[in-house]
Protein backbone atom coordinates (compact mmCIF):
# COMPACT_ATOMS: atom_id res chain seq x y z
CA UNK A 1 0.00 0.00 0.00
CA UNK A 2 1.48 3.24 -0.87
CA UNK A 3 0.16 6.79 0.47
CA UNK A 4 -0.56 9.45 -1.50
CA UNK A 5 0.20 12.19 1.14
CA UNK A 6 -2.53 14.68 2.06
CA UNK A 7 -4.51 15.22 -1.46
CA UNK A 8 -7.76 17.00 -0.99
CA UNK A 9 -8.89 15.91 -4.43
CA UNK A 10 -12.11 14.97 -4.67
CA UNK A 11 -11.71 12.61 -7.65
CA UNK A 12 -10.08 9.21 -7.46
CA UNK A 13 -7.89 8.82 -10.49
CA UNK A 14 -6.19 5.41 -10.94
CA UNK A 15 -3.32 4.99 -13.22
CA UNK A 16 -3.95 4.06 -16.95
CA UNK A 17 -5.13 -0.02 -17.60
CA UNK A 18 -2.16 0.44 -20.28
CA UNK A 19 0.51 0.37 -17.01
CA UNK A 20 -0.25 -3.65 -16.71
CA UNK A 21 0.76 -4.08 -12.91
CA UNK A 22 1.27 -7.59 -12.70
CA UNK A 23 2.08 -7.97 -9.24
CA UNK A 24 -0.13 -6.81 -6.87
CA UNK A 25 0.40 -5.51 -3.14
CA UNK A 26 -2.19 -7.57 -1.53
CA UNK A 27 -3.68 -11.37 -2.60
CA UNK A 28 -6.93 -10.33 -1.39
CA UNK A 29 -8.88 -7.30 -0.09
CA UNK A 30 -11.81 -7.27 1.60
CA UNK A 31 -14.13 -4.48 2.16
CA UNK A 32 -15.99 -4.41 5.04
CA UNK A 33 -15.67 -5.60 8.71
CA UNK A 34 -19.03 -6.15 10.17
CA UNK A 35 -19.84 -10.30 10.62
CA UNK A 36 -19.62 -11.60 7.10
CA UNK A 37 -16.62 -9.78 6.22
CA UNK A 38 -14.39 -11.11 8.96
CA UNK A 39 -16.17 -14.16 8.24
CA UNK A 40 -15.58 -14.65 5.08
CA UNK A 41 -11.60 -12.96 5.55
CA UNK A 42 -11.12 -15.94 8.02
CA UNK A 43 -12.58 -18.63 5.69
CA UNK A 44 -10.06 -17.05 2.84
CA UNK A 45 -7.33 -16.88 5.30
CA UNK A 46 -7.39 -20.15 6.54
CA UNK A 47 -7.40 -21.69 2.51
CA UNK A 48 -3.95 -19.75 2.40
CA UNK A 49 -4.99 -16.38 1.24
CA UNK A 50 -3.01 -13.06 2.36
CA UNK A 51 -6.00 -11.33 3.39
CA UNK A 52 -6.50 -7.57 4.09
CA UNK A 53 -9.97 -6.43 4.92
CA UNK A 54 -10.38 -2.68 5.22
CA UNK A 55 -13.13 -1.53 7.54
CA UNK A 56 -14.23 2.54 7.41
CA UNK A 57 -14.96 3.18 11.34
CA UNK A 58 -12.85 2.79 14.13
CA UNK A 59 -13.86 -0.65 15.01
CA UNK A 60 -14.97 -4.05 13.93
CA UNK A 61 -19.05 -4.40 13.45
CA UNK A 62 -20.17 -1.00 14.04
CA UNK A 63 -22.63 -1.10 11.21
CA UNK A 64 -25.44 -3.90 10.85
CA UNK A 65 -23.68 -6.38 12.81
CA UNK A 66 -24.21 -4.65 16.58
CA UNK A 67 -27.87 -3.96 15.66
CA UNK A 68 -29.31 -6.97 15.28
CA UNK A 69 -31.41 -9.43 17.45
CA UNK A 70 -28.47 -11.59 17.54
CA UNK A 71 -30.58 -14.74 16.80
CA UNK A 72 -29.33 -17.98 15.64
CA UNK A 73 -31.75 -19.51 12.94
CA UNK A 74 -33.28 -22.61 13.09
CA UNK A 75 -33.80 -21.82 8.97
CA UNK A 76 -37.65 -22.33 9.15
CA UNK A 77 -38.78 -19.61 6.25
CA UNK A 78 -36.52 -19.62 3.80
CA UNK A 79 -37.93 -21.31 0.22
CA UNK A 80 -36.18 -24.34 0.08
CA UNK A 81 -33.03 -24.40 -2.21
CA UNK A 82 -32.45 -20.65 -1.75
CA UNK A 83 -29.00 -19.41 -0.71
CA UNK A 84 -30.94 -17.91 2.64
CA UNK A 85 -32.01 -21.83 3.71
CA UNK A 86 -28.77 -23.83 2.80
CA UNK A 87 -26.72 -21.16 4.23
CA UNK A 88 -28.62 -20.48 7.17
CA UNK A 89 -28.97 -24.17 8.39
CA UNK A 90 -25.32 -24.73 7.40
CA UNK A 91 -24.26 -21.59 8.87
CA UNK A 92 -26.37 -22.46 11.98
CA UNK A 93 -24.62 -25.87 12.69
CA UNK A 94 -21.02 -24.34 11.75
CA UNK A 95 -22.07 -21.05 14.26
CA UNK A 96 -22.64 -23.10 17.88
CA UNK A 97 -19.60 -25.21 16.82
CA UNK A 98 -17.54 -22.21 16.04
CA UNK A 99 -18.98 -20.79 19.38
CA UNK A 100 -18.11 -23.87 21.69
CA UNK A 101 -14.49 -24.36 20.23
CA UNK A 102 -13.71 -20.02 20.83
CA UNK A 103 -15.72 -19.54 24.01
CA UNK A 104 -18.24 -16.78 22.52
CA UNK A 105 -21.12 -16.95 24.73
CA UNK A 106 -24.56 -18.44 23.50
CA UNK A 107 -27.63 -20.03 24.61
CA UNK A 108 -29.58 -22.08 22.99
CA UNK A 109 -33.00 -21.02 24.58
CA UNK A 110 -35.09 -22.63 21.56
CA UNK A 111 -38.25 -20.74 20.19
CA UNK A 112 -41.68 -20.59 19.97
CA UNK A 113 -43.68 -19.59 17.33
CA UNK A 114 -46.77 -19.05 17.66
CA UNK A 115 -50.86 -18.79 16.59
CA UNK A 116 -52.51 -16.45 18.44
CA UNK A 117 -55.92 -17.05 16.73
CA UNK A 118 -57.62 -20.13 15.37
CA UNK A 119 -57.01 -18.93 11.49
CA UNK A 120 -53.48 -18.94 11.72
CA UNK A 121 -53.14 -22.28 12.87
CA UNK A 122 -52.76 -23.38 9.06
CA UNK A 123 -49.64 -21.02 8.65
CA UNK A 124 -48.21 -23.44 11.33
CA UNK A 125 -48.42 -26.38 9.22
CA UNK A 126 -47.08 -24.46 6.43
CA UNK A 127 -43.89 -22.90 8.28
CA UNK A 128 -43.60 -26.45 9.53
CA UNK A 129 -43.53 -27.95 5.74
CA UNK A 130 -41.02 -25.83 4.95
CA UNK A 131 -38.72 -26.10 7.49
CA UNK A 132 -38.75 -29.90 7.35
CA UNK A 133 -37.96 -29.19 2.58
CA UNK A 134 -35.01 -27.10 4.51
CA UNK A 135 -33.21 -29.51 6.36
CA UNK A 136 -35.05 -28.59 10.03
CA UNK A 137 -36.25 -31.98 11.38
CA UNK A 138 -36.45 -30.95 15.11
CA UNK A 139 -39.86 -29.03 15.49
CA UNK A 140 -42.30 -29.81 17.56
CA UNK A 141 -45.79 -29.22 16.98
CA UNK A 142 -47.04 -27.50 20.57
CA UNK A 143 -51.00 -27.45 21.62
CA UNK A 144 -52.56 -24.33 23.69
CA UNK A 145 -51.80 -26.50 27.11
CA UNK A 146 -48.65 -27.44 26.40
CA UNK A 147 -47.11 -24.08 25.09
CA UNK A 148 -48.56 -22.75 28.65
CA UNK A 149 -46.70 -25.70 30.78
CA UNK A 150 -43.48 -24.25 28.56
CA UNK A 151 -44.13 -20.36 29.08
CA UNK A 152 -47.35 -19.85 31.56
CA UNK A 153 -47.51 -15.89 30.50
CA UNK A 154 -47.53 -16.49 26.98
CA UNK A 155 -51.04 -17.16 25.23
CA UNK A 156 -51.47 -18.85 22.12
CA UNK A 157 -53.63 -21.65 20.83
CA UNK A 158 -51.19 -23.72 18.93
CA UNK A 159 -47.18 -23.10 18.39
CA UNK A 160 -44.13 -24.80 16.88
CA UNK A 161 -40.97 -25.34 18.78
CA UNK A 162 -38.06 -24.86 17.03
CA UNK A 163 -35.23 -26.52 19.79
CA UNK A 164 -31.83 -25.28 17.70
CA UNK A 165 -33.14 -21.55 17.60
CA UNK A 166 -30.20 -19.66 19.72
CA UNK A 167 -28.72 -16.71 20.59
CA UNK A 168 -25.08 -15.34 20.42
CA UNK A 169 -23.15 -12.44 21.07
CA UNK A 170 -22.43 -11.02 18.21
CA UNK A 171 -19.58 -8.57 19.40
CA UNK A 172 -17.64 -12.00 20.88
CA UNK A 173 -18.14 -13.55 17.47
CA UNK A 174 -16.42 -10.62 15.64
CA UNK A 175 -13.52 -10.74 17.39
CA UNK A 176 -12.79 -14.68 17.87
CA UNK A 177 -13.04 -14.16 14.09
CA UNK A 178 -10.76 -11.69 14.04
CA UNK A 179 -8.82 -13.40 16.01
CA UNK A 180 -8.51 -16.52 13.45
CA UNK A 181 -8.14 -13.58 10.88
CA UNK A 182 -5.14 -12.33 12.25
CA UNK A 183 -3.82 -15.85 13.16
CA UNK A 184 -3.80 -16.91 9.76
CA UNK A 185 -1.60 -13.86 8.79
CA UNK A 186 -4.52 -11.60 7.62
CA UNK A 187 -5.08 -8.20 8.69
CA UNK A 188 -8.12 -6.10 9.51
CA UNK A 189 -7.11 -2.50 9.15
CA UNK A 190 -9.70 -0.17 10.58
CA UNK A 191 -10.29 3.82 9.75
CA UNK A 192 -9.84 3.25 5.92
CA UNK A 193 -12.52 3.96 3.29
CA UNK A 194 -12.39 2.47 0.29
CA UNK A 195 -13.78 5.34 -2.29
CA UNK A 196 -13.05 4.16 -5.38
CA UNK A 197 -12.75 0.81 -7.21
CA UNK A 198 -11.50 -0.30 -10.84
CA UNK A 199 -10.91 -3.62 -12.78
CA UNK A 200 -8.38 -2.99 -15.61
CA UNK A 201 -8.46 -5.64 -17.67
CA UNK A 202 -5.81 -8.31 -17.34
CA UNK A 203 -4.85 -6.42 -14.26
CA UNK A 204 -4.99 -6.77 -10.36
CA UNK A 205 -7.70 -4.51 -8.75
CA UNK A 206 -7.36 -0.95 -7.67
CA UNK A 207 -8.66 0.26 -4.52
CA UNK A 208 -8.78 3.55 -3.30
CA UNK A 209 -8.62 4.72 0.36
CA UNK A 210 -8.86 7.57 2.33
CA UNK A 211 -8.29 7.49 6.45
CA UNK A 212 -11.12 8.28 8.54
CA UNK A 213 -8.86 7.77 11.73
CA UNK A 214 -6.35 10.15 13.18
CA UNK A 215 -4.96 11.48 9.58
CA UNK A 216 -8.08 12.19 7.92
CA UNK A 217 -8.34 12.54 4.60
CA UNK A 218 -4.45 10.94 3.79
CA UNK A 219 -5.57 8.99 0.97
CA UNK A 220 -3.59 5.54 -0.35
CA UNK A 221 -3.75 3.48 -3.33
CA UNK A 222 -3.23 -0.49 -3.44
CA UNK A 223 -3.96 -3.53 -5.95
CA UNK A 224 -5.24 -6.54 -5.29
CA UNK A 225 -5.56 -10.09 -7.21
CA UNK A 226 -8.95 -10.60 -5.87
CA UNK A 227 -11.61 -8.78 -4.33
CA UNK A 228 -14.57 -9.23 -2.33
CA UNK A 229 -16.89 -6.82 -1.13
CA UNK A 230 -18.78 -7.11 1.74
CA UNK A 231 -19.74 -3.83 2.50
CA UNK A 232 -23.58 -4.19 3.25
CA UNK A 233 -25.58 -0.87 2.91
CA UNK A 234 -23.10 0.13 1.23
CA UNK A 235 -22.70 -2.39 -1.24
CA UNK A 236 -24.47 -1.30 -4.07
CA UNK A 237 -22.18 1.97 -4.08
CA UNK A 238 -19.37 -0.08 -4.26
CA UNK A 239 -20.23 -2.51 -6.70
CA UNK A 240 -21.56 0.81 -9.23
CA UNK A 241 -17.70 1.64 -8.83
CA UNK A 242 -16.82 -1.66 -11.04
CA UNK A 243 -20.25 -1.44 -13.22
CA UNK A 244 -18.88 2.20 -14.48
CA UNK A 245 -16.93 0.59 -17.24
CA UNK A 246 -18.67 -2.93 -18.10
CA UNK A 247 -22.28 -3.60 -18.38
CA UNK A 248 -23.15 -4.45 -14.89
CA UNK A 249 -26.09 -3.14 -12.72
CA UNK A 250 -25.42 -3.48 -9.20
CA UNK A 251 -28.92 -4.82 -7.18
CA UNK A 252 -30.10 -1.49 -5.86
CA UNK A 253 -30.28 -1.34 -1.63
CA UNK A 254 -33.40 -0.41 0.00
CA UNK A 255 -32.81 0.54 3.63
CA UNK A 256 -35.53 -0.48 6.14
CA UNK A 257 -34.84 0.14 9.43
CA UNK A 258 -35.97 -1.41 12.85
CA UNK A 259 -36.90 0.03 16.42
CA UNK A 260 -35.86 -2.48 19.51
CA UNK A 261 -37.24 -1.60 23.03
CA UNK A 262 -35.62 -3.49 25.93
CA UNK A 263 -37.79 -5.00 28.85
CA UNK A 264 -37.38 -3.31 32.76
CA UNK A 265 -36.84 -5.54 34.95
CA UNK A 266 -36.59 -9.47 34.75
CA UNK A 267 -38.33 -11.06 31.99
CA UNK A 268 -40.77 -14.17 32.47
CA UNK A 269 -39.56 -16.25 29.60
CA UNK A 270 -37.10 -19.25 29.35
CA UNK A 271 -37.46 -19.07 25.25
CA UNK A 272 -38.30 -16.76 22.46
CA UNK A 273 -41.09 -15.97 21.01
CA UNK A 274 -41.92 -14.98 18.00
CA UNK A 275 -45.95 -14.01 15.92
CA UNK A 276 -45.73 -15.40 12.56
CA UNK A 277 -44.07 -13.76 9.84
CA UNK A 278 -45.23 -10.64 7.84
CA UNK A 279 -44.54 -9.76 4.27
CA UNK A 280 -40.65 -8.88 4.57
CA UNK A 281 -40.22 -9.20 8.16
CA UNK A 282 -40.51 -11.76 11.15
CA UNK A 283 -42.87 -9.93 13.88
CA UNK A 284 -42.27 -8.19 16.29
CA UNK A 285 -41.16 -10.48 18.79
CA UNK A 286 -39.45 -11.60 22.27
CA UNK A 287 -36.00 -12.59 22.06
CA UNK A 288 -33.14 -12.51 25.17
CA UNK A 289 -29.90 -11.63 25.19
CA UNK A 290 -27.10 -14.25 26.46
CA UNK A 291 -27.48 -12.73 29.14
CA UNK A 292 -31.20 -13.65 29.60
CA UNK A 293 -32.30 -9.73 29.15
CA UNK A 294 -35.32 -9.44 27.12
CA UNK A 295 -35.97 -7.29 24.13
CA UNK A 296 -38.80 -6.41 21.67
CA UNK A 297 -38.57 -5.95 18.14
CA UNK A 298 -37.76 -5.02 15.73
CA UNK A 299 -40.39 -3.17 13.85
CA UNK A 300 -39.96 -2.83 9.91
CA UNK A 301 -39.55 1.31 8.71
CA UNK A 302 -38.92 1.85 4.95
CA UNK A 303 -36.52 4.93 4.28
CA UNK A 304 -34.35 6.47 2.00
CA UNK A 305 -32.47 7.99 4.59
CA UNK A 306 -32.22 6.20 7.62
CA UNK A 307 -30.79 6.73 10.72
CA UNK A 308 -29.79 4.96 13.44
CA UNK A 309 -31.32 7.08 16.21
CA UNK A 310 -34.12 6.27 18.14
CA UNK A 311 -37.46 8.10 17.73
CA UNK A 312 -40.86 7.76 19.41
CA UNK A 313 -42.89 11.25 19.11
CA UNK A 314 -45.26 11.24 21.50
CA UNK A 315 -44.68 7.51 22.77
CA UNK A 316 -47.05 6.54 19.67
CA UNK A 317 -44.16 3.82 18.68
CA UNK A 318 -44.21 2.38 22.20
CA UNK A 319 -47.80 1.76 22.38
CA UNK A 320 -47.84 -0.11 18.80
CA UNK A 321 -45.15 -2.58 19.90
CA UNK A 322 -47.75 -2.85 23.32
CA UNK A 323 -50.12 -3.66 21.49
CA UNK A 324 -48.23 -6.44 18.90
CA UNK A 325 -46.80 -8.04 21.94
CA UNK A 326 -49.61 -8.58 23.82
CA UNK A 327 -51.47 -10.33 21.07
CA UNK A 328 -48.52 -13.38 22.53
CA UNK A 329 -47.79 -11.58 25.97
CA UNK A 330 -51.44 -10.18 27.59
CA UNK A 331 -50.13 -9.16 31.01
CA UNK A 332 -47.29 -6.46 29.58
CA UNK A 333 -47.19 -3.34 30.96
CA UNK A 334 -46.33 -0.89 28.30
CA UNK A 335 -44.66 0.94 31.08
CA UNK A 336 -41.84 -1.70 30.92
CA UNK A 337 -40.52 -1.02 27.37
CA UNK A 338 -37.95 0.91 27.18
CA UNK A 339 -36.07 2.68 23.85
CA UNK A 340 -33.40 0.25 23.14
CA UNK A 341 -31.77 0.51 19.24
CA UNK A 342 -31.97 0.45 16.06
CA UNK A 343 -30.85 -1.71 13.07
CA UNK A 344 -30.77 -1.08 9.64
CA UNK A 345 -31.78 -4.03 7.08
CA UNK A 346 -30.03 -4.08 3.63
CA UNK A 347 -32.83 -4.82 1.30
CA UNK A 348 -32.57 -5.40 -2.08
CA UNK A 349 -36.44 -5.41 -2.81
CA UNK A 350 -38.86 -2.55 -2.51
CA UNK A 351 -41.66 -2.63 0.04
CA UNK A 352 -44.38 -4.65 -1.09
CA UNK A 353 -42.28 -6.86 -3.85
CA UNK A 354 -41.51 -9.99 -2.71
CA UNK A 355 -37.92 -10.92 -0.73
CA UNK A 356 -35.22 -12.03 -3.13
CA UNK A 357 -32.64 -14.44 -1.96
CA UNK A 358 -29.40 -13.32 -0.51
CA UNK A 359 -27.31 -12.05 -3.62
CA UNK A 360 -23.40 -13.25 -4.14
CA UNK A 361 -22.58 -11.95 -7.48
CA UNK A 362 -19.34 -13.87 -9.18
CA UNK A 363 -18.17 -13.75 -12.83
CA UNK A 364 -21.56 -15.12 -13.81
CA UNK A 365 -23.41 -12.43 -12.40
CA UNK A 366 -20.72 -9.22 -12.79
CA UNK A 367 -18.70 -10.79 -15.95
CA UNK A 368 -15.63 -10.00 -13.48
CA UNK A 369 -13.10 -12.17 -12.73
CA UNK A 370 -11.65 -12.96 -9.47
CA UNK A 371 -14.35 -10.53 -7.66
CA UNK A 372 -17.20 -11.65 -5.49
CA UNK A 373 -19.99 -9.11 -4.51
CA UNK A 374 -22.78 -9.40 -1.80
CA UNK A 375 -25.58 -7.43 -1.72
CA UNK A 376 -29.07 -7.90 0.52
CA UNK A 377 -27.20 -9.90 3.14
CA UNK A 378 -30.31 -9.23 5.99
CA UNK A 379 -31.33 -11.74 7.80
CA UNK A 380 -30.38 -14.47 8.43
CA UNK A 381 -26.85 -13.32 7.59
CA UNK A 382 -25.30 -13.19 11.14
CA UNK A 383 -26.47 -17.07 11.10
CA UNK A 384 -24.96 -17.69 7.94
CA UNK A 385 -22.20 -15.95 8.22
CA UNK A 386 -19.52 -19.16 8.42
CA UNK A 387 -21.54 -20.61 5.59
CA UNK A 388 -21.36 -17.42 3.98
CA UNK A 389 -17.53 -17.46 4.14
CA UNK A 390 -17.27 -21.13 3.31
CA UNK A 391 -18.97 -20.56 -0.06
CA UNK A 392 -16.94 -17.06 -1.15
CA UNK A 393 -14.25 -19.27 -0.22
CA UNK A 394 -14.93 -21.59 -2.78
CA UNK A 395 -15.52 -18.92 -5.42
CA UNK A 396 -12.13 -17.81 -4.88
CA UNK A 397 -9.50 -20.88 -5.26
CA UNK A 398 -5.69 -19.93 -4.62
C1 LIG B 1 -32.68 -5.14 12.73
C2 LIG B 1 -31.90 -6.35 12.28
C3 LIG B 1 -32.05 -7.55 12.95
C4 LIG B 1 -31.35 -8.69 12.53
N1 LIG B 1 -31.46 -9.85 13.24
C5 LIG B 1 -30.77 -10.93 12.85
C6 LIG B 1 -30.82 -12.14 13.59
O1 LIG B 1 -31.44 -12.19 14.63
N2 LIG B 1 -30.17 -13.22 13.12
C7 LIG B 1 -29.47 -13.19 11.96
O2 LIG B 1 -28.95 -14.24 11.55
N3 LIG B 1 -29.33 -12.04 11.26
C8 LIG B 1 -29.95 -10.92 11.68
N4 LIG B 1 -29.83 -9.76 11.00
C9 LIG B 1 -28.98 -9.72 9.81
C10 LIG B 1 -27.51 -9.54 10.17
O3 LIG B 1 -27.36 -8.59 11.20
C11 LIG B 1 -26.76 -9.10 8.92
O4 LIG B 1 -27.04 -9.99 7.87
C12 LIG B 1 -25.26 -9.03 9.13
O5 LIG B 1 -24.93 -8.33 10.29
C13 LIG B 1 -24.64 -8.36 7.92
O6 LIG B 1 -23.26 -8.30 8.14
P1 LIG B 1 -22.34 -7.54 7.10
O7 LIG B 1 -20.94 -7.80 7.49
O8 LIG B 1 -22.79 -7.88 5.72
O9 LIG B 1 -22.74 -6.01 7.28
P2 LIG B 1 -22.17 -4.87 8.27
O10 LIG B 1 -22.12 -5.34 9.65
O11 LIG B 1 -22.98 -3.65 8.01
O12 LIG B 1 -20.70 -4.67 7.77
C14 LIG B 1 -20.40 -3.95 6.59
C15 LIG B 1 -19.16 -3.15 6.91
O13 LIG B 1 -18.68 -2.54 5.72
C16 LIG B 1 -18.12 -1.30 6.08
N5 LIG B 1 -18.02 -0.45 4.89
C17 LIG B 1 -19.04 -0.03 4.11
N6 LIG B 1 -18.55 0.74 3.10
C18 LIG B 1 -17.20 0.79 3.26
C19 LIG B 1 -16.15 1.44 2.54
N7 LIG B 1 -16.39 2.18 1.46
N8 LIG B 1 -14.87 1.28 2.99
C20 LIG B 1 -14.61 0.53 4.11
N9 LIG B 1 -15.59 -0.08 4.83
C21 LIG B 1 -16.85 0.03 4.40
C22 LIG B 1 -19.11 -0.76 7.11
O14 LIG B 1 -18.54 0.26 7.90
C23 LIG B 1 -19.45 -2.02 7.89
O15 LIG B 1 -18.64 -2.17 9.03
C24 LIG B 1 -30.49 -8.60 11.41
C25 LIG B 1 -30.32 -7.37 10.76
C26 LIG B 1 -31.00 -6.25 11.20
C27 LIG B 1 -30.78 -4.94 10.53
Known sequence: MFHEGES???????????????????????????????????????????????????????????????????????????LKAKLCVEGRRRLYEFARENGVPHARYGKLLVATAEDERERLDVIAGTALANGVSDIVRLSKADVRAR????????????????????????????????????????????????????APFEIATHSTGAQAGERAK???????????????RLGAMLGASSRYQPPETYPARGHY?????????????YPLPGDGWLGIHLTLDVAGRARFGPD????????????????????????????????????????????????????????PDFAIHGIREHGIPRLVALYGIESPGLTSSLAIGAYVAAMLPR
Request: charged share 20%; glycine share 10%.
Open 300 to 355: LEWQQQPSTHFDDENGARRARFACEIRRYWPGLEEERLLPGYVGIRPKIYRQGEPA
Open 222 to 236: LTARNLVIAASLNAT
Open 261 to 273: YALDGQAPFRHLV
Open 151 to 202: EPEVSAVAALFSPSTGVIDSHALMVALEGHIRGALGSVVLNTEVEGLAAPEG
Open 8 to 82: KENSVNFPSASRHVTTPDVETVVIGAGVVGLAVARALAEQGHEVLVLERHDGIGRETSSRSSEVIHAGLYYPPNS
